[in-house]
């Protein structure tokens, strides 16, 4: 949803404009291509490693969440990939470019909040393993993959902000 305010500068979009929507949208793009190479990876070496661990152990645990985690986020990085369109995002107004920087802004500083519940909540299973009596391995090797999982998103979404948020300033300097 575009700001009222901001409705009087849906002039058509300048040539700056243009390059600066085309690279975010770029951007945006390569961050999935990351994601989506992180959970390939992860499938790739945690089903590997999944069959060859022992079953009801610690290990077994943490590359079996590693494989639901990461079909999750090869989903959500080809839906990211397939919803990038740099080439059509030309015609942005100013308002509409405003509002998708900081919308996407806004998500990855949520995500990033997330993911630290994401390590919060490994660690109480880690610290609930060592009471539990049924099955603290499970617990211990899902808290292990909340902890590799959560970090690396953490750091992605948190990098990924810091590598976008210069769009901002390029936006607000194109303001009249």
């Known amino acids: 949803m575009v700001a009222p305010f901001l409705l009087f500068l849906s002039e058509p979009t300048s040539a700056a404009l243009q390059l600066i929507n085309h690279a975010r949208e770029l951007l945006a793009e390569r961050g999935m291509a990351v994601l989506g190479t992180w959970g390939l990876l992860n499938l790739v070496v945690s089903g590997y490693l999944a069959k060859r661990a022992a079953p009801r152990s610690e290990d077994y645990y943490f590359h079996l969440m590693n494989i639901g985690w990461n079909m999750v986020n090869v989903l959500l990085a080809v839906w990211g990939i397939l919803r990038a369109h740099p080439a059509q995002v030309a015609s942005m107004t100013l308002p509409e470019s405003l509002a998708a920087q900081f919308d996407f802004e806004k998500i990855l500083l949520f995500n990033a909040g997330l993911d630290v519940a994401y390590v919060c909540i490994g660690s109480w299973l880690r610290a609930r393993a060592d009471s539990a009596d049924e099955r603290p391995e499970r617990l211990a090797g899902f808290g292990r993959s909340l902890w ?29």
Do not use: I, T, W
């Not at 979404?157 to 303001?175: C, K, N, R, S």
């Open 148 to 176: 590799l999982q959560g970090g690396f998103l953490f750091l992605f979404d948190v990098g990924f902000y810091l590598v976008y948020h210069p769009f901002a300033g390029q936006l607000l300097a194109e303001l009249p």
